[in-house]
């Protein structure tokens, strides 16, 4: 394969109290203490609990683990200065939204301006990933095709079964509390590149948007980078996790784009048909079967991962990362992040701390933490009073 798909994730972490495990509204205290040394950057987002960290532009799977990896020590490190942990999850366990703080920036007090409570309560975290592609035309044909994959990526990636102290009975809680903002969810298919910008120009000149930045769809053409942006997912707790879904993106795009410049499509199902797997995938993560909509029948979802490798097999040797698709069945056969937390929650009788104790020390497994953070002096450990979040 001659043509490479530069890669970069983003990945939302929430902000813990490691002796309350409460969340912490405390976004100021680490941009604060984070240093030019650290060799990290963090970023606020809607809520003040929430510390957002992204890779660079990467060439292969093994530059994603390696920039994944370094985020997550580095962001450790910089929470550890001021006590606090940081969780990768969708939502929080018992978490109230009405607790937290909006972050201090015009965009969020316009947005939740606009969208009032709808927006207070999108306490959640999510894991984005973008794939290069700088044809626009090509990109909106693979956007057309790739739109029947997201409901597999969601039940690969689902780490939000509580939500606001309750065992929910989704595995992606997350994308229920997501799906009640405007412009979002699985988008619909466009002709060409020019009609997807007539589009967005048609929101912007009506006053819906102020730019592409605010269509939020589960996979959009970002309106800034020439990629396509996969925002489909829950963020995996453990790094191998983030890793494996990434290659499979990566690959899924790869192949689409392959059969496009061979003038072969991808068969194009309804968006109702698409939004049915979804609902499996929120629902069930991956212990539930998905549909096969050329076969007219369900098919377990181990079965559905099997089908994905082989498809995709021909462009992971070509872009290295046969190693990593291969780690989607593992996660297949010991369950997703969400699967696990529910595990810890039975067996420890329905403690939720026990499962905020789970997600902090899944987030850094394998990261060899311990001597670094020993290291680190701690030069702020005390809570500061919460400010209105009105």
């Known amino acids: 394969m001659k043509k490479k798909f530069t890669i970069g994730v983003e990945e939302e972490f929430q902000i813990i109290d490691p002796v309350t495990r409460d969340l912490k509204c405390r976004i100021a205290q680490l941009m604060d203490a984070n240093t030019s040394m650290d060799g990290v950057e963090l970023h606020p987002e809607l809520h003040q609990s929430v510390v957002e960290v992204n890779t660079p532009v990467c060439e292969d799977i093994n530059s994603v683990r390696e920039a994944v990896t370094h ?13 606090l942990r940081l969780g990768a999850a969708s939502t929080h366990p018992f978490a109230r939204w009405q607790d937290q703080v909006i972050s201090n920036k015009e965009r969020y007090a316009k947005l939740v ?13 999510g894991m984005h990933v973008h794939v290069g592609i700088e044809d626009k035309d090509e990109a909106i044909a693979v956007f057309n095709s790739a739109r029947y994959f997201l409901p597999h990526l969601l039940a690969l990636s689902t780490s939000s079964p509580f939500f606001d102290g309750r065992m929910t009975g989704l595995k992606s809680s997350r994308t229920s509390i997501f799906s009640r903002l405007p412009r979002t969810g699985i988008p619909g298919r466009f002709g060409s590149y020019h009609e997807y910008e007539s589009f967005v120009s048609t929101l912007v000149k009506t006053g819906s948007i102020d730019d592409g930045a605010r269509i939020w769809w589960d996979l959009r053409p970002h309106p800034r980078f020439s990629t396509l942006e996969f925002r489909i997912c829950d963020l995996p707790t453990r790094v191998d996790d983030v890793v494996a879904i990434t290659a499979l993106v990566q690959c899924i795009v790869a192949k689409l784009s392959w059969l496009h410049q061979n003038n072969q499509s991808w068969q194009h199902h309804r968006f109702e048909l698409i939004q049915e797997n979804k609902w499996r995938a929120a629902r069930y993560g991956s212990s539930g079967p998905l549909i096969d909509f050329g076969k007219r029948c369900e098919l377990d979802f181990a079965d559905v991962v099997v089908e994905m490798v082989n498809l995709v097999s021909d462009v992971a040797e070509d872009l290295g990362c046969t190693e990593e698709l291969n780690h989607l069945h593992n996660i297949v056969q010991r369950g997703t992040s969400a699967d696990r937390q529910l595990e810890v929650y039975e067996n420890s009788g329905g403690d939720l701390k026990a499962v905020v104790d789970f997600i902090l020390d899944e987030t850094v497994v394998g990261l060899n933490l311990g001597q670094v953070l020993k290291d680190e002096p701690v030069i702020y450990n005390s809570t500061p009073p919460m400010p209105s979040s009105r």
Do not use: K, W
């Open 71 to 83: 985020n997550r020590i580095e962001a450790a490190r910089v929470a550890h200065r001021v006590g």
């Open 113 to 125: 301006d606009d969208l009032q409570d709808i927006a207070r309560a999108n306490l959640i975290y």
